[in-house]
T-cell receptor, first 111, second 116 residues
Framework: DAKTTQPPSMDCAEGRAANLPCNHS???????VYWYRQIHSQGPQYIIH???NNETNEMASLIITEDRKSSTLILPHATLRDTAVYYC????????????FGQGTTLQVKP | KAGVTQTPRYLIKTRGQQVTLSCSPI?????VSWYQQTPGQGLQFLFE???????NKGNFPGRFSGRQFSNSRSEMNVSTLELGDSALYLC???????????????FGPGTRLTVL
């Protein structure tokens, strides 16, 4: 699976948009980008995933660059409850049932 | 639809003992994966089961084993517990039949194992 690089930590003011970057320069054409988050000591929560096009759901938006070498997760109006570790994962089909987690980005939303 | 459930939520064992953890996947999901999370190593993949067969395996010693039942429920077992096995054990399920990249895994709350 392609390696991902994320900043170790970020701050965001409550009510503002949180933009979390992820680099995946070795991504292959059939690999999806997944985002999960983990609030302290809970199980990771699925947020969103995409292949080429930008995606949006009720939680967030995912912007993938045209060359697919990087992506940005956008939380449009961050709240204190969005404070968590955010993981960007690139997944290959051959690794069935397996997600490779890096260290993620710790997002701290401040009042 | 109910989410992934794991039992027990907390467990305390002593070195040398064995432990069995249980995971019930989301209804209709046939793939179950197990992960170990420790402060030092982060989240690491243990193994995946699909249709009662282990389909993928991580780099863990043979003391870690699992199985899946015909109703897709899964158990993992750790024998001869060591202090370093203290961790949060997470289970995830997906509807995957082909292990496609787009198949989404949904995680349970985890079992916190403490080995004394």
């Amino acid at each position: 699976d392609a390696k991902t690089t994320q900043p170790p930590s970020m701050d965001c003011a409550e009510g503002r948009a949180a933009n979390l970057p992820c680099n995946h320069s070795t991504i292959s054409g059939n690999e999806y980008v997944y985002w999960y988050r983990q609030i302290h000591s809970q199980g990771p929560q699925y947020i969103i995933h995409g292949l080429k096009n930008n995606e949006t759901n009720e939680m967030a938006s995912l912007i993938i660059t045209e060359d697919r070498k990087s992506s940005t997760l956008i939380l449009p109006h961050a709240t204190l409850r969005d404070t968590a570790v955010y993981y960007c994962i690139v997944r290959r089909a051959s690794n069935t049932g397996k997600l490779i987690f890096g260290q993620g980005t710790t997002l701290q939303v401040k009042p | 639809k109910a989410g992934v459930t794991q039992t027990p939520r907390y467990l305390i064992k002593t070195r040398g003992q064995q432990v069995t953890l249980s995971c019930s996947p989301i209804s209709g999901h046939r793939s179950v994966s197990w992960y170990q999370q420790t402060p030092g190593q982060g989240l690491q993949f243990l193994f995946e089961y699909f249709s009662e067969t282990q389909r993928n395996k991580g780099n863990f010693p043979g003391r870690f084993s699992g199985r899946q039942f015909s109703n897709s429920r899964s158990e993992m077992n750790v024998s001869t517990l060591e202090l370093g096995d203290s961790a949060l054990y997470l289970c995830a399920s997906s509807s995957s039949s082909l292990g496609l990249e787009r198949d989404t895994q949904y995680f349970g709350p985890g079992t916190r194992l403490t080995v004394l």
